[in-house]
């Protein structure tokens, strides 16, 4: 079983529209959970960051958690084509270096 | 907030030839660094980490080593690349709020 599993998509969303990606992880001591953003050929950008159950909203981000459920999600409001891009979620266990596990990606686009 | 510097940002070396990538990060002190691997369709792999200098932890046994001779400087090596070492590479570097960032990468191809 991988440790932090995405569908890889493609997930295509009409311009305007709400994204949602989603994200499961394995690892019950998990405590830090991140969402990278990682156009084609450059590297992860970090957007969204979450450390307890619920939702927590940045502007057109939101993501939640459900520890219970070992599941957490972003979801991207009005969505624009330059939200175009792969979609990382990172894990993170408890510790002294943040030693990441990172989901394979979920591919959006979003089409005019 | 903390730069990290990576270069080059593309590379072409052929297979059995030696490796050297450099990352130095800017903007804090004793940071804990990283190197991950990224090949093409596949997730980041955590290569190493270290957190100060000459502390080194190998996440994969594979055909590399690192080295982190100054506080802010870390470098992945090899002597002798193989097909397989093909890969976007990136260091990052995370701050006292452990949150991770990453430098602009190499693409690496070993041919």
């Not at chain 1, 992880?25 to 590297?43: C, E, H, L, M």
């Not at chain 1, 990172?90 to 270096?97: D, E, I, M, S």
């Not at chain 2, 907030?1 to 130095?24: D, K, R």
Request: aromatic share 10%; proline share 4%; hydrophobic share 35%.
């Amino acid at each position: 079983q991988k440790e932090v599993e995405q569908n890889s998509g493609p997930l295509s969303v009409p311009e305007g529209a709400i994204a949602s990606l989603n994200c499961t992880y394995s690892d019950r001591v998990s405590q830090s959970f991140f969402w990278y953003r990682q156009y084609s050929g450059k590297s992860p950008e970090l957007i969204m960051s979450i450390y307890s159950n619920g939702d927590k909203e940045d502007g057109r981000f939101t993501a939640q958690l459900n520890k219970a459920s070992q599941y957490v999600s972003l979801l991207i409001r009005d969505s624009q084509p330059s939200d175009s891009a792969t979609y990382l979620c990172a894990v993170k266990l408890g510790g002294t270096a943040s030693k990441l596990t990172f989901g394979t990606g979920t591919r959006l686009q979003v089409t005019l | 907030s903390q730069t990290i510097h990576q270069w080059p940002a593309t590379l072409v070396q052929p297979v059995g030839s030696p490796l050297s990538l450099e990352c130095t990060v800017e903007g804090t002190s004793n940071p804990n660094l990283y190197w991950y691997r990224q090949a093409a369709g596949r997730g980041l792999q955590l290569l190493f980490y270290s957190i100060g200098i000459d502390q080194i932890s190998s996440e994969v046994p594979q055909n590399l080593s690192a080295s982190r001779p100054q506080d802010r400087q870390f470098i992945l090596s090899s002597k002798k690349l193989l097909l397989s070492d093909s890969g976007f590479y990136l260091c990052a570097c995370d701050s006292f709020n452990e949150k991770l960032f990453f430098g602009s990468g190499t693409q690496l191809s070993v041919l």
